[in-house]
């Protein structure tokens, strides 16, 4: 069986993500794999694919029982034989597990990291006398003092490759910034590991900072449009969880609280009854939702400012991991940064101090943004993204701007004049000609003293700050930063140059995204099918099927079991056993409602069949362009060298685009991309013509077919 056959089969899914099948035949190949991809990207896969291709048995190393169950119950149902070994299991459970083992009859096995290295433990010696295939580290960033949740039990993995030689390992995260991957990489001593970094942007979701103004009823009236949606809202103290879970239970939502400090058997209870949709919101502290599954959680809510980016872009994206729109709102007030100032602080660690204020401050940073939220959250993970991604709160509003050269000029003023040596708070004070203490007396007979007056302290702050973006100023390192001027400062402070800033705006509202076209009434009663499903079999309802296979069941209205094989989700296991009693559903009400299947308007992805050999002929002549490409030669070049037509040339080397082999930029500029795609997926890829049309003159034939291919690229 070929890696796309089990997809289909187990996933019933006809195309892979991101990057998905260069990683699988990494480990298929028996190497070693780095893997950095999105939450709700398909990380999981990544390794549970191999474990059914491969011969012997997969462990996997997971940080919480939590995970190991959710996941192990999801692979159960789509036929894969797995289970966990953890501390919740009673002797002859754990026995009942070892038998099957024994017996070859588990594909992958769930354990924590000292369940498998704590010293008196015999489990390792056990585990290497069975043929072990494949070892995936989930959540790696564990590992690393570097990493956003760092746990000391995972640095027991740092002796996993004496102890498992010559077994392929996969360390998978969801967000690692460039010190903590270099962390990751030398502690478990990965063996010529390849590495593979996915795009960071999860498309389907939206970014919302709003000023913190009496948060509790911004967030009602926020959730007040949301109250059959599931939801996580993230606060910062244990005892503000359980204050604003009690608040919202009074407002008549279904909301239960969860942090470390609550008892194990409450967690458990509260987050199993969130996973079965019989608890709309949890409330929690950053304690809850490390690996958590869940497909329909549509927002997620910061109460409280986050730590840094990479534990915000983790929580966030939580949201929609089925790949329906999906919200992140984040409540924003500087009185935040400044308390988790004392928490960024590492005690007799100048070094580690340095390096979480700096990351604090880079999400203090992403709040006070007043350009698109999501190319900075990608350009904080070294990706490129262009200015504008139309779906953040900046960018749906727009950016209203007006000269601020002068505003600009008295701040840089007021820097040079204090030889670049205070930080922020001191700045304004001066500019504000504060009658403060901790201002020298030598200070207030600047020039400088009191000349913002007229500008609000809070003003003042934004500007400083969106300063420092436009690069105009820039601030130190070090665990007390201070303002200092950059390159671009003196041709502003000689008039040379005119700076732009942004007029204060306040987010109001969040925008809704559109759903598909669907019909209502029939989706809520398949959720409701599901949910008696999946109480049957004791799993929460998304395992069964996600809320984006209901949406599209609800929306093509397939009428036969041969239609409905092209609903996502739909493998062989669950079209065998739950196919029947969702199929008499739809078909059923399209009776009643007159209605016929529209399965033929769904849009058809790239089908994976098996490849016909293509002739040799046609991939000499390919290669031949491809070669002649590779050694310098233009385009036309090509063609006038081969008497070959200029449009045969770029079909060669948009193939090339297509496998992989050749990089998209180097036929399509960056910035055309987005407007190319947008053009493909508005009119379909089929014919160049229209799309020439639609795009105009500034778009070649040649860029729209590299496009076209890059969009059909095989893995």
Same mark, same amino acid.
């Given at each position: 069986?070929?890696?796309?056959?089990?997809?289909?089969?187990?996933?019933?899914?006809?195309?892979?993500?991101?990057?998905?099948?260069?990683?699988?035949?990494? #480990?298929?190949?028996?190497?070693?794999?780095? %893997? &950095?991809?999105?939450?709700?990207?398909?990380?999981?896969?990544?390794?549970?694919?191999?474990?059914?291709?491969?011969?012997?048995?997969?462990?996997?190393?997971?940080?919480?029982?939590?995970?190991?169950?959710?996941?192990?119950?999801?692979?159960?149902?789509?036929?894969?034989?797995?289970?966990?070994?953890?501390?919740?299991?009673?002797?002859?459970?754990?026995?009942?597990?070892?038998? =099957?083992?024994?017996?070859?009859?588990?594909?992958?096995? *769930?354990?924590?990291?000292?369940?498998? !290295?704590?010293?008196?433990?015999?489990?390792?010696? !056990?585990?290497?006398?069975?043929?072990?295939?494949?070892?995936?580290?989930?959540?790696?960033? $564990?590992?690393?003092?570097?990493?956003?949740?760092?746990?000391?039990?995972?640095?027991?993995?740092?002796? &996993?490759?004496?102890?498992?030689?010559?077994?392929? %390992?996969?360390?998978?995260?969801?967000?690692?910034?460039?010190?903590?991957?270099?962390? #990751?990489?030398?502690?478990?001593?990965?063996?010529?590991?390849?590495?593979? %970094?996915?795009?960071?942007?999860?498309?389907?979701?939206?970014?919302?900072?709003?000023?913190?103004?009496?948060?509790?009823?911004?967030?009602?009236?926020?959730?007040?449009?949301?109250?059959?949606?599931?939801?996580?809202?993230?606060?910062?103290?244990?005892?503000?969880?359980?204050?604003?879970?009690?608040?919202?239970?009074?407002?008549?939502?279904?909301?239960?609280?969860?942090?470390?400090?609550?008892? +194990?058997?409450?967690?458990?209870?509260?987050?199993?009854?969130?996973?079965?949709?019989?608890?709309?919101?949890?409330?929690?502290?950053?304690?809850?939702?490390?690996?958590?599954?869940?497909?329909?959680?549509?927002?997620?809510?910061?109460?409280?400012?986050?730590?840094?980016?990479?534990? *915000?872009?983790?929580?966030?994206?939580?949201?929609?991991?089925?790949?329906?729109?999906? @919200?992140?709102?984040?409540?924003?007030?500087?009185?935040?940064?400044?308390? &988790?100032?004392?928490?960024?602080?590492?005690?007799?660690?100048?070094?580690?101090?340095?390096?979480?204020?700096?990351?604090?401050?880079?999400?203090?940073?992403?709040?006070?943004?007043?350009?698109?939220?999501?190319?900075?959250?990608?350009?904080?993970?070294?990706?490129?993204?262009?200015?504008?991604?139309?779906?953040?709160?900046? $960018?749906?509003?727009?950016?209203?701007?007006?000269?601020?050269?002068?505003?600009?000029?008295?701040?840089?003023?007021? %820097?040079?004049?204090?030889?670049?040596?205070?930080?922020?708070?001191?700045?304004?004070? &001066?500019?504000?000609?504060?009658?403060?203490?901790?201002? =020298?007396?030598?200070?207030?007979?600047?020039? +400088?003293?009191?000349?913002?007056?007229?500008?609000?302290?809070?003003?003042?702050? =934004?500007?400083?700050?969106?300063?420092?973006?436009?690069?105009?100023?820039?601030?130190?390192?070090?665990?007390?930063?201070?303002?200092?001027?950059?390159?671009?400062?003196?041709?502003?402070?000689?008039?040379?140059?005119?700076?732009?800033?942004?007029?204060?705006?306040?987010?109001?509202?969040?925008?809704?995204?559109?759903?598909?076209?669907?019909?209502?009434?029939?989706?809520?009663?398949?959720?409701?099918?599901?949910?008696? #499903?999946?109480?049957?079999? /004791?799993?929460?309802?998304?395992?069964?099927?996600?809320?984006?296979?209901?949406?599209?069941?609800?929306?093509?209205?397939?009428?036969?079991?041969?239609?409905?094989?092209?609903?996502?989700?739909?493998?062989?296991?669950?079209?065998?056993?739950?196919?029947?009693?969702?199929?008499?559903?739809?078909?059923?009400?399209?009776?009643?409602?007159?209605?016929?299947?529209?399965?033929?308007?769904?849009?058809?992805?790239?089908?994976?069949? @098996?490849?016909?050999?293509?002739?040799?002929?046609? /991939?000499?002549?390919?290669?031949?362009?491809?070669?002649?490409?590779?050694?310098?030669?233009?385009?036309? @070049?090509?063609?006038?060298?081969? @008497?070959?037509?200029?449009?045969?040339?770029?079909?060669?080397?948009?193939?090339?685009?297509?496998?992989?082999?050749?990089?998209?930029?180097?036929?399509?500029?960056?910035?055309?991309?987005?407007?190319?795609?947008?053009?493909?997926?508005?009119?379909?890829?089929?014919?160049?013509?229209?799309?020439?049309?639609?795009?105009?003159?500034? *778009?070649?034939?040649?860029?729209?077919?590299?496009?076209?291919?890059?969009?059909?690229?095989?893995?």
């Amino acid at each position: 069986m070929t890696p796309a056959q089990a997809l289909q089969k187990y996933y019933g899914y006809s195309e892979f993500r991101h990057q998905q099948e260069a990683i699988i035949n990494q #480990i298929m190949s028996g190497g070693d794999a780095m %893997v &950095l991809m999105p939450t709700g990207g398909g990380k999981s896969l990544c390794y549970q694919l191999p474990a059914v291709l491969l011969p012997g048995l997969t462990i996997v190393i997971s940080p919480l029982i939590a995970l190991m169950k959710d996941q192990v119950d999801a692979l159960n149902v789509t036929g894969i034989p797995a289970a966990y070994l953890n501390s919740t299991q009673s002797s002859g459970e754990q026995q009942d597990i070892v038998n =099957r083992l024994k017996a070859g009859q588990i594909k992958l096995l *769930y354990l924590a990291p000292e369940r498998l !290295f704590k010293s008196e433990s015999r489990l390792t010696d !056990f585990l290497k006398s069975l043929k072990v295939s494949l070892i995936a580290i989930d959540e790696a960033h $564990c590992i690393s003092h570097w990493g956003h949740d760092f746990r000391p039990e995972y640095l027991m993995l740092a002796g &996993l490759k004496d102890a498992f030689r010559d077994i392929p %390992v996969i360390a998978l995260t969801a967000t690692a910034d460039q010190l903590t991957r270099k962390d #990751i990489l030398e502690k478990l001593a990965l063996y010529n590991p390849a590495q593979f %970094v996915s795009s960071f942007n999860r498309a389907n979701i939206s970014y919302t900072v709003a000023p913190k103004k009496n948060s509790l009823n911004q967030l009602l009236a926020f959730l007040d449009e949301r109250k059959d949606d599931s939801g996580i809202i993230y606060c910062l103290s244990r005892q503000s969880t359980e204050d604003l879970a009690a608040q919202l239970r009074n407002e008549g939502f279904l909301a239960e609280a969860y942090h470390a400090g609550l008892t +194990t058997e409450t967690k458990a209870r509260n987050q199993e009854a969130f996973l079965r949709d019989e608890v709309r919101i949890i409330v929690a502290t950053i304690a809850f939702g490390m690996g958590i599954n869940k497909s329909n959680v549509r927002y997620v809510v910061h109460a409280d400012l986050p730590k840094n980016i990479e534990g *915000y872009y983790q929580e966030t994206g939580r949201a929609g991991r089925d790949g329906l729109p999906s @919200e992140a709102l984040l409540f924003y007030s500087p009185g935040d940064a400044f308390k &988790l100032q004392k928490f960024a602080r590492v005690e007799d660690n100048e070094e580690q101090s340095r390096i979480m204020l700096k990351k604090l401050d880079d999400m203090v940073k992403y709040c006070q943004l007043n350009t698109c939220r999501r190319k900075y959250l990608l350009n904080y993970f070294n990706e490129d993204f262009p200015d504008t991604c139309g779906s953040c709160d900046v $960018c749906l509003t727009g950016r209203q701007t007006f000269d601020g050269t002068l505003i600009a000029q008295k701040a840089l003023s007021a %820097v040079a004049r204090l030889k670049e040596r205070f930080g922020s708070g001191y700045v304004i004070d &001066l500019l504000r000609g504060a009658n403060s203490a901790k201002l =020298r007396d030598e200070h207030k007979h600047l020039k +400088t003293y009191g000349a913002g007056a007229d500008i609000s302290k809070a003003d003042w702050q =934004r500007y400083l700050r969106e300063l420092v973006i436009l690069d105009y100023l820039q601030v130190s390192d070090g665990a007390y930063p201070v303002l200092m001027l950059t390159g671009k400062s003196d041709a502003v402070l000689k008039g040379q140059e005119k700076v732009e800033l942004t007029l204060s705006q306040t987010t109001e509202e969040v925008r809704h995204h559109e759903a598909l076209p669907h019909e209502a009434s029939l989706l809520q009663k398949l959720k409701e099918i599901r949910t008696r #499903i999946a109480r049957a079999e /004791n799993v929460p309802p998304y395992i069964i099927l996600s809320d984006a296979s209901l949406l599209e069941l609800a929306t093509y209205l397939p009428q036969s079991m041969d239609e409905l094989k092209y609903i996502s989700g739909f493998g062989e296991v669950k079209l065998a056993r739950y196919g029947e009693a969702f199929l008499t559903a739809v078909v059923n009400y399209c009776n009643e409602m007159g209605l016929a299947s529209k399965i033929s308007s769904r849009p058809t992805k790239r089908e994976r069949k @098996e490849r016909k050999p293509r002739s040799p002929l046609a /991939n000499g002549t390919r290669q031949e362009s491809f070669n002649m490409y590779k050694a310098g030669n233009s385009i036309d @070049e090509i063609a006038a060298l081969r @008497e070959l037509s200029a449009t045969t040339i770029q079909s060669h080397l948009a193939h090339f685009i297509q496998t992989g082999e050749l990089d998209v930029t180097e036929l399509v500029a960056p910035e055309k991309m987005p407007a190319i795609q947008d053009a493909v997926e508005s009119y379909g890829q089929q014919q160049l013509s229209p799309l020439k049309e639609v795009l105009g003159e500034d *778009y070649s034939y040649a860029e729209i077919k590299a496009v076209n291919a890059w969009m059909n690229r095989e893995g």
